[in-house]
Structure formats: C-alpha cells, structure tokens
C-alpha cells in the first residue's frame, strides 16, 4: 500500500506517519513545515518528505500518483492564530484541501480521511455533540476546517471520491506542540510546571473539554481506511474535563488570564457513530497520561 500523509512532519501527522510505516506502507508526506507553534518537526526514516505547499497544485499534483490513501492533516490549525490572519487560513484549509482532493480524484487514490474540528459545532449545539447537528463557526479555523468538510462531502457526492471527516476532540499526547501562549493546553501546563511557572487558566478555568489521545486519533485513521464507510465521525472520549480539573491534576501553582473571544465553552463528543461503524475505542485516559508525565 501507498499512502500520502499532508502535515506527516507535525502532531499527529508524525504519528500517524509511524502508524503506516509499521503497518508496511510506503509513505509520501506533504508538509511545508510552516507550523511556529511545533518544538521540531518529526522525520521517519522510512517514509519520503516533500517540503511543499498543499494549496500548489502543480508543484504537488505527481506526487498522488499510485497512493492508495490520503490522509490530509495539513493545516492552519489554531483558533487564535487564525483570527490574527483569516486570510492564510482559508487558503491553507479551503484552497488548501481543494487542492488534496481535486489531486487526489484525478490520481485514482482510494480514500481520503480529513482531520477536521469539534469547533465547527460552535456555541448552539447542547452536549454531547452529534454528527448531525448544525455548524456554528465563530472563528477564521473553524469556518475555514468546515468549509474542508464541505468540499469532502462535495468530492464523495458528486465525483464518487470516498472520504471520511474526523472531528477531533482536543488532541494531546506525544509530540504536542508546547511554543508559544497558544499551544494546546495539555503540553503548555506540562511545560509550565516543569520550568517552575504557575499554570495560566484563560478566564475562569471552567470551560470544558474532550480531552483524545493521539493514539486513538490514530486508531480511528486507520480503521476509516480500512473501512467502506464514509461521512462525518466524532473522534473524542466522551468524557470532558474542566481546565481547572487538569491544572489541578498537574500543579496548584495557578494563575487566570483573560478569557479569548471565539472558543466554545463546552465540549463533549457523542462518539457512538465511530464506536459502531468503525469500531473505535478510545483506550487512552486523560488522568492516567498526566500521572506518567510528572
């Protein structure tokens, strides 16, 4: 098997990356290595690195021939940040993702699996969040994540290019990004408890997340491939957690900050669609990852 990974040098690109290789793929990777807010950027020796912009479409449409599986992770893939700059958004995660899937449909591959948000479900939906329900971007990320979801859908409807959307919830684990104030808040406590900083909670510590390992969000990956289904799947516990509850896991050395406008206060993924259809389990627990890191 071939398959092609966009964002392989990232998060949980790289760890997918390793997932393929151990699996016997020949793996492709497209990752322009844009990404400030990574520590370093991940290298497997057996898979082959094109430092490109996925939004080229003549610079990376040869690079699809003969891949089986794409799996498109790239993107510009924080809330904040995106605010600062809406327009690098949408051509990285629109323009961007048009591109993989026109390449992708002209090339034969089998199966595209998109890495998407749970904050495309936005301020309007009651948790825990289900598939069907209606989008409410309130950021530059989740309007421009959503519009890729579209263009998914689009591609499978209309030229019978089979993909699976992945909303994640909250993604953690090895490789987090851990630079700069907007890093995940998983790394960025562990990073400020290990260099002696009080922990900073934005606003009152209260809103709550799905905290998901990488390594489920592997799983999921690889059943999806595997898989005949398409469509728009969960990927989170269904379990949240406060930010409050985490920074006390970690230190009682904590200090606020004011809140952010265009983050969601709860999530909560209702995760019975990948349970059934792909048969997905979840195995990684929140409180048991922070034990081993301290």
Not at 42 to 61: F, G, H, L, W
Not at 200 to 213: A, L, M, W
Request: hydrophobic share 35%; glycine share 6%.
């Amino acid at each position: 098997m071939k398959s092609l990974v966009t964002g392989g040098a990232g998060f949980i690109g790289s760890n997918l990356v390793d997932k393929l290789i151990e699996l016997g793929h020949e793996v492709i990777v497209i990752d322009n290595e844009s990404a400030n807010s990574n520590d370093q950027f991940y290298y497997n020796e057996k898979a082959s690195y094109i430092v490109e912009d996925i939004a080229d479409y003549e610079k990376t449409r040869p690079l699809y021939e003969g891949v089986d599986y794409v799996f498109h992770l790239a993107a510009e893939s924080r809330i904040q940040p995106t605010i600062e700059n809406p327009i690098l958004a949408v051509r990285t995660n629109v323009l961007g993702t048009a591109t993989v899937l026109q390449c992708a449909r002209e090339s034969g591959v089998k199966k595209v699996m998109y890495s998407s948000t749970s904050s495309g479900y936005g301020l309007v939906n009651t948790p825990p969040l289900q598939e069907d329900m209606p989008d409410d971007c309130l950021n530059p990320y989740s309007v421009a994540k959503v519009s890729g979801e579209k263009l998914c859908k689009m591609y499978t409807d209309l030229f019978e290019l089979p993909t699976v959307v992945f909303r994640y919830f909250n993604v953690y684990g090895p490789r987090e990004p851990s630079k700069g104030p907007y890093a995940p808040v998983v790394r960025l406590f562990l990073r400020q408890y290990r260099n002696n900083e009080a922990l900073t909670i934005v606003g009152d510590g209260e809103q709550r997340r799905d905290f998901t390992h990488v390594s489920d969000i592997v799983d999921a990956n690889i059943l999806a491939m595997q898989s005949d289904k398409t469509g728009k799947f969960n990927l989170g516990t269904g379990k949240n957690h406060s930010v409050l509850e985490l920074a006390k896991m970690i230190s009682d050395n904590i200090t606020f900050i004011p809140p952010r406008p265009g983050e969601a206060r709860v999530t909560l993924a209702n995760n019975t669609k990948a349970r059934t259809e792909l048969n997905w389990d979840p195995k990684v627990i929140l409180e048991d990852y922070i034990k081993e890191q301290l």
